[in-house]
Nanobody, 117 residues
Framework: QVQLVESGGGLVQPGGSLRLSCAAS????????MTWYRQTPGVQREFIAT???????TYAVSVKGRFSISRDNIKNTMYLQMNNLKPEDTAVYYC???????????WGQGTQVTVSS
């Protein structure tokens, strides 16, 4: 059974930092492109950052320079280091695993990040 479990969300003040984790099981983790998305109520899910099988990374303009995505293929875990957080970063953050050859895609359940003073 495939599971993606996000953790590390919470309440943080503007300018603060959080580190999100996405632990995967039931998949050949190293074969998957791993991506973070976020969503606020009434808004379409938004791409944040992706890390490919070759460890190449891509970021949304809104988070570039503040967020850093990484993966550990030994621990089957992806991370999102979020620095200098802003109130507009408040959202539920989801991780996605995508295997391009078979076009398989899996989602985690999400973790809430709230940036507020």
């Amino acid at each position: 059974q495939v599971q993606l479990v996000e953790s590390g969300g919470g309440l943080v003040q503007p300018g603060g930092s959080l580190r999100l984790s996405c632990a995967a099981s039931g998949i050949n983790f190293s074969a998957y492109v791993m991506t973070w998305y976020r969503q606020t109520p009434g808004v379409q899910r938004e791409f944040i950052a992706t890390v490919g099988k070759s460890l190449s990374t891509t970021y949304a303009v809104s988070v570039k320079g503040r967020f850093s995505i990484s993966r550990d293929n030994i621990k089957n875990t992806m991370y999102l280091q979020m620095n200098n957080l802003k109130p507009e970063d408040t959202a539920v953050y989801y991780c996605n695993a995508y295997e391009p050859v078979a076009s398989r895609s899996y989602w985690g359940q999400g973790t809430q990040v709230t940036v507020s003073s």
